[in-house]
C-alpha cells in the first residue's frame, strides 16, 4: 500500500535513500534526521557506499535499516533505470521482513516521483494468485516524503489500471472468458453518468455480419462479443478517439495448431483488449476531458469441429471477402470487423488500435518496443512521444501503398496473410488491418513481444503480463491529442 505523507517523520522500520554519484559526493542532503545524514557521511567518506548504478548498502540503526541505493551518474539516470532500481530496492532481501518504508527521493521534480511510484507499484506487481507464499511487496505500507498530493494521487490511479490489465491477462483463459470481459467493463462503467455500454452479442453480429470475427470463434464454447464503451469526457461533440484491442482469450492457433513451445502462454492474448480495459479504468479515474470510444472485439480461437478452417473465404463486415490462409492469424479478422464496423457506425476523428499481433514483432523489435504501424505520421508522432514520456515504449515501422500486393488472394478480394513467412509480418499485418480503416486516422500497436513476460523478469516487470499500452494510451488520451 502507497500512502501520501508529505511530512513524515524518518521514523519508519526502514527508510530507502536514493542518491546519485554527484549527490553522494557533495554530501549535502536535506533529511530532517540528523544522526542519520551523519551516518550515512561516515558510510560514503569511507567509501563503503559510492552511489554506483543499482548498488545498495544497508545501514542497521538499532531496528531501523537505512538502505541506501545508487543510481548512478545524474546524467545516467533513465526512465527504465529509475523504475528498475526502485523496484529493487523495495523487493531488497534487506528490507524483507519490514513492514513499513519512507523513501527519499534523490530530486522532487515530477518525472521522478512518477518513476519512483511506477517503479514500486508497477515494479513491485506479482501474479501470485495461485501461489500459497505470497513475496509482494504491495502488502507494505510505503511512503514517499515531500511530493505533491495530486502527482501521487494520479500515479497512484494510472498505475492501477496497468495492474488491472496484468491481472486480467495473467489469469487462467476460462477465468478470463467473453463473459467475464463483459462483467468487468460493466462493473468499471456502472453507475457513471456520462458512459453508455452497447454490447453486439452473437445473434446481433450475425445480423450485421461481422462475419470474420464470428469466424474465429467459431469452435469455441464462450459467445463471441464486441464490447463499445462510449466515454463522453468532453463537452465538444464529436471529435472521438477510438481505442480498439484484440481480446483473444485464448489462442490455440486454430486449425493451424500451435506447437508446444508457443502455445502455452496464448492467454495473453487479450493484452490488447486487457490495455482497453485498464485505460478505461484510468480515464474514469482521472477524469480525462476527451470524447473516447473503448472498444474490445473478445473471442476465443479453439479448435474443434466447428472450427473454422484455413482456406475458408469469409465475408467481412465491410463486404471485403477474405481468404483464411491461416487460422492462426486470426487476430487481425476480429479487428478488421471491428474496425470497420467503428468507422461506419461511430465515425471516429482517429483510432487506435493494439493487438497481441504477430510474433514477427518480436523478431523485429524484441521484448522492450511494442511496433507502431500508421497511416498519419502527425499522429504516429503523438503516439510515439506518449510512448516515450511513460517509458511505455513503441517503435515506428512503415506503412505504404506497395505492402498490398502482397495480400492478393486467388481465392478472395484479400488474404489474411502477407510478405513470405520470416519478412516483415508485422507491417503485413499492420496492412491488412490498414485496409478497414478507411480515410480514418489510424495507428496500430503491435504489442505481442511487450505485453508479457515469459521467461525471468525483464527491466521492471516480474513474471507475467506488464501492462503494455497502459500507461502509453493514457498520457495519449490526457496529454497529446
Ligand atoms: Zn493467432
Not at 464503451?229 to 493451424?256: C, E, H, P, Q, W
Request: proline share 2%; glycine share 8%; with cysteine.
Amino acid at each position: 500500500m502507497l500512502t501520501f505523507n508529505a511530512n513524515s517523520r524518518l521514523n519508519k522500520d526502514a527508510v530507502i535513500v536514493f542518491l546519485t554519484e554527484e549527490s553522494a559526493k557533495s554530501k549535502k542532503w536535506n533529511f530532517k534526521n540528523l544522526s542519520l545524514s551523519k551516518d550515512i557521511l561516515q558510510v560514503i567518506s569511507a567509501k563503503q557506499f559510492l552511489a554506483n548504478e543499482g548498488e545498495q548498502f544497508p545501514l542497521v540503526r538499532g531496528k531501523q535499516v537505512c538502505l541506501l541505493v545508487g543510481l548512478g551518474k545524474r546524467s545516467d539516470v533513465t526512465k527504465t533505470s529509475l523504475r528498475t532500481i526502485t523496484s529493487q530496492a523495495v523487493l531488497s532481501p534487506f528490507l524483507k521482513k519490514l513492514k513499513s518504508i519512507d523513501i527519499v527521493a534523490h530530486e522532487q521534480n515530477e518525472a521522478t516521483i512518477i518513476g519512483i511510484i511506477e517503479g514500486i507499484l508497477i515494479g513491485g506487481y506479482r501474479w501470485e494468485k495461485y501461489i500459497a507464499k505470497k513475496s509482494a511487496v504491495l502488502s507494505k505500507s510505503i511512503c514517499i516524503l515531500s511530493v505533491s498530493k495530486k502527482i501521487y494521487i494520479d500515479t497512484i490511479a494510472s498505475c492501477a489500471g496497468v495492474n488491472l490489465t496484468r491481472d486480467l491477462v495473467n489469469d487462467n483463459a476460462d477465468v478470463v472468458n467473453s463473459n467475464t470481459i463483459e462483467k468487468t467493463i460493466r462493473h468499471i462503467v456502472s453507475g457513471k453518468k456520462n458512459i453508455s455500454l452497447k454490447i453486439l452479442t452473437e445473434k446481433e453480429l450475425k445480423k450485421k455480419g461481422l462475419n470474420l470475427l464470428l469466424a474465429v470463434n467459431k469452435g469455441s464454447k464462450y459467445p463471441p462479443k464486441l464490447i463499445i464503451v462510449n466515454y463522453r469526457g468532453s463537452s465538444k461533440k464529436g471529435d472521438y478517439t477510438a481505442i480498439v484491442g484484440k481480446g483473444v482469450t485464448f489462442d490455440t492457433g486454430g486449425l493451424n495448431l500451435k506447437p508446444t513451445g508457443y502455445i502455452e502462454t496464448m492467454r495473453l492474448d487479450m493484452g490488447g483488449a486487457g490495455a482497453v480495459i485498464g485505460t478505461l479504468k484510468n480515464t474514469i479515474s482521472l477524469k480525462i476531458k476527451k470524447n473516447i470510444l473503448f472498444v474490445c472485439g473478445v473471442v476465443e480461437n479453439a479448435i474443434g469441429p466447428n472450427a473454422y478452417k484455413p482456406g475458408d473465404v469469409v465475408k467481412s463486415y465491410d463486404g471485403k471477402t477474405v481468404e483464411v490462409a491461416n487460422t492462426d492469424a486470426e487476430g487481425r479478422l476480429v479487428l478488421a470487423d471491428a474496425l470497420s464496423y467503428l468507422v461506419k457506425n461511430y465515425k471516429p476523428a482517429r483510432i487506435i488500435d493494439l493487438a497481441t499481433l504477430t510474433g514477427a514483432c518480436v523478431v523485429a523489435l524484441g521484448y522492450d518496443y511494442s511496433g507502431l504501424v500508421s497511416s498519419d505520421d502527425n499522429f504516429a508522432k503523438k503516439v510515439l512521444a506518449a510512448a516515450n514520456d511513460t517509458d511505455d515504449r513503441a517503435w515506428q515501422l512503415p506503412s505504404y501503398n506497395g505492402l498490398k500486393d502482397h495480400l492478393k488472394s486467388q481465392y478472395a478480394d484479400i488474404k489474411n496473410t502477407g510478405l513470405p513467412k520470416g519478412a516483415a509480418g508485422t507491417m503485413s499485418a499492420g496492412e491488412f488491418l490498414r485496409q478497414f480503416v478507411g480515410k480514418t486516422k489510424w495507428a496500430h500497436l503491435d504489442i505481442a513481444g511487450t505485453a508479457f513476460v515469459a521467461g525471468p523478469s525483464r527491466m521492471y516487470f516480474g513474471y507475467g503480463a506488464t501492462g503494455a499500452g497502459v500507461r502509453l494510451l493514457t498520457d495519449l488520451l490526457k496529454n497529446k491529442l
